[in-house]
């Protein structure tokens, strides 16, 4: 491969890294963990494991930014990337096949319209108005991806939206239900509990507590789509790529091959901005506004504390007391944030899946020489196989009292989890040898992984390890 060396983009303005590929992560964090698992955990068990989100989402962090540095400097994506240790082919293989395990099912649409069927249930039982709010969700996916411009142009406006919406309705419910103590509770008791892992105290279970620590955030595996995104935006060296055009555009070509970054003083300075600014909208964005919003959720999961209701249902319980208290509407309200935030969190999900995918099939073409392929082109043939599978599986809920949205969500969640799990030490591996051995000296020190860094990430290892062996073997027991 010749190795190709570029300017460095000239850094955007600071204020656009909290924006971007950074708020469409986010927006994908806001979803099962946050709305469904996390209240389950606080309303069953108080705010003994709080502590266990803000270490995951931690190490999401961390592992995230790890990651992306790669594509900031060289302007691959995580899959290309880990073909200089898997080869292309296996690459594309391992990393597909995992990915489209933990998002293939299209538990999210599923939940959303669970939120939508207590809302309204076109007078038919539980299980048809579901899946038909199930179908209605997923079209509802499908049409705007489909009519886009530059389609993650569409998520971030899409997504800036739905940030707006939901925390003016959460600022609402913390001033009149006075949430500031069971908020500022819950904000101590991830450092007083922190390590508290006395799991023979209550009766939980770790199927479920596996799963909201999983779903901490964007969801572990959901992560690696936060490189591609860096990508379609042409942040850092990725500026030289190209972007994924709508159905109705015309495509650009898009770079497969790494682009290296010019090493006079200049360019130095500015690959320093960028990975710098990265760090500063990443932390701000999906750690801290991530972490304020779990706080706010969980807060109102602990108001259903002591009373008993079944954890799966405790959400939807929440949305019956802020009815009782603040007026039928606003219950109704929440009812609807909920469903607006999975539908977004399928919304994502769905991009990000059929772009991966699709990515992988481009490069394969364009390693063999296929100068004709238009990837837009893949990209619209897979979204259309995802939206008929995916009704599939909605049909399945439909028939199977197995398959209903809570474990749907749950099953996602267990085997994103085990992503994490394997792609943590593959991280901190490629980044500190592999990295090293195809970076200059200068570009490497720029993203090299502090030993801080690489300790946490360590323990982030352990401990998912940890939770999943026990979630698997509780389920199977």
């Given at each position: 491969m010749k190795l190709e060396k570029k300017e460095v983009p000239e850094p955007i303005n600071l204020k656009n890294f909290f924006l971007g590929p950074t708020l469409i992560l986010f927006g994908l964090g806001l979803g099962a963990g946050e709305l469904l698992l996390w209240p389950q955990i606080a309303g069953t068990y108080g705010f003994a494991f709080v502590w266990m989100c803000f270490f995951s989402l931690l190490v999401q962090t961390l592992w995230t930014l790890q990651m992306v540095k790669i594509t900031l400097v060289t302007g691959e994506h995580f899959v290309l990337y880990m073909a200089r240790i898997f080869g292309l082919i296996n690459s594309i293989l391992i990393f597909t096949i995992l990915t489209f395990l933990a998002a293939g099912i299209p538990s999210w649409a599923v939940s959303s319209a669970e939120s939508l069927v207590k809302i309204y249930n076109f007078s038919f039982d539980y299980k048809t108005a579901l899946f038909i709010w199930s179908i209605i969700t997923y079209f509802l996916v499908f049409m705007s991806i489909a009519f886009s411009n530059?389609?993650?142009?569409?998520?971030?406006?899409?997504?800036?939206?739905?940030?707006?919406?939901?925390?003016?309705?959460?600022?609402?419910?913390?001033?009149?239900?006075?949430?500031?103590?069971?908020?500022?509770?819950?904000?101590?008791?991830?450092?007083?509990?922190?390590?508290?892992?006395?799991?023979?105290?209550?009766?939980?279970?770790?199927?479920?507590?596996?799963?909201?620590?999983?779903?901490?955030?964007?969801?572990?595996?959901?992560?690696?789509?936060?490189?591609?995104?860096?990508?379609?935006?042409?942040?850092?060296?990725?500026?030289?790529?190209?972007?994924?055009?709508?159905?109705?555009?015309?495509?650009?070509?898009?770079?497969?091959?790494?682009?290296?970054?010019?090493?006079?003083?200049?360019?130095?300075?500015?690959?320093?901005?960028?990975?710098?600014?990265?760090?500063?909208?990443?932390?701000?964005?999906?750690?801290?506004?991530?972490?304020?919003?779990?706080?706010?959720?969980?807060?109102?999961?602990?108001?259903?504390?002591?009373?008993?209701?079944?954890?799966?249902?405790?959400?939807?319980?929440?949305?019956?007391?802020?009815?009782?208290?603040?007026?039928?509407?606003?219950?109704?309200?929440?009812?609807?944030?909920?469903?607006?935030?999975?539908?977004?969190?399928?919304?994502?999900?769905?991009?990000?899946?059929?772009?991966?995918?699709?990515?992988?099939?481009?490069?394969?073409?364009?390693?063999?020489?296929?100068?004709?392929?238009?990837?837009?082109?893949?990209?619209?043939?897979?979204?259309?196989?995802?939206?008929?599978?995916?009704?599939?599986?909605?049909?399945?809920?439909?028939?199977?009292?197995?398959?209903?949205?809570?474990?749907?969500?749950?099953?996602?969640?267990n085997i994103a989890l085990i992503f994490q799990i394997i792609s943590i030490p593959l991280v901190l591996y490629f980044n500190t040898v592999i990295a090293r051995k195809f970076l200059s000296y200068k570009v490497y020190k720029i993203i090299q992984p502090s030993v801080l860094t690489i300790v946490i990430l360590m323990l982030g290892f352990f401990f998912y390890l940890y939770l999943s062996v026990q979630a698997w073997q509780e389920l199977f027991a």
């Open positions: 530059v389609i993650s142009k569409v998520l971030e406006t899409f997504f800036k939206f739905i940030t707006i919406i939901t925390w003016a309705f959460l600022i609402f419910l913390i001033v009149e239900l006075k949430l500031y103590n069971n908020i500022f509770e819950a904000f101590v008791s991830a450092f007083t509990n922190f390590g508290n892992f006395r799991f023979d105290l209550v009766d939980i279970s770790m199927w479920t507590l596996a799963s909201a620590v999983a779903f901490v955030g964007a969801g572990g595996i959901f992560n690696v789509w936060y490189t591609y995104w860096v990508r379609d935006f042409g942040w850092g060296m990725a500026k030289y790529v190209g972007s994924i055009k709508g159905l109705l555009k015309k495509q650009e070509k898009i770079r497969v091959d790494p682009i290296f970054p010019k090493e006079d003083e200049e360019n130095l300075k500015r690959l320093n901005v960028w990975v710098r600014n990265v760090n500063i909208g990443f932390f701000s964005v999906y750690f801290g506004l991530n972490f304020l919003t779990l706080l706010v959720f969980i807060s109102l999961g602990y108001l259903m504390f002591g009373s008993n209701v079944e954890p799966s249902q405790i959400p939807y319980k929440i949305s019956e007391y802020i009815g009782k208290n603040l007026g039928e509407v606003f219950g109704f309200a929440y009812l609807l944030l909920l469903a607006l935030q999975l539908f977004s969190t399928q919304y994502s999900i769905t991009e990000g899946l059929v772009r991966q995918i699709s990515d992988s099939i481009y490069i394969y073409l364009q390693k063999r020489k296929k100068k004709d392929v238009e990837i837009n082109k893949i990209y619209f043939k897979i979204l259309l196989f995802f939206l008929f599978y995916s009704l599939v599986w909605i049909y399945l809920t439909k028939v199977s009292e197995f398959l209903n949205p809570d474990f749907l969500v749950k099953l996602s969640a």
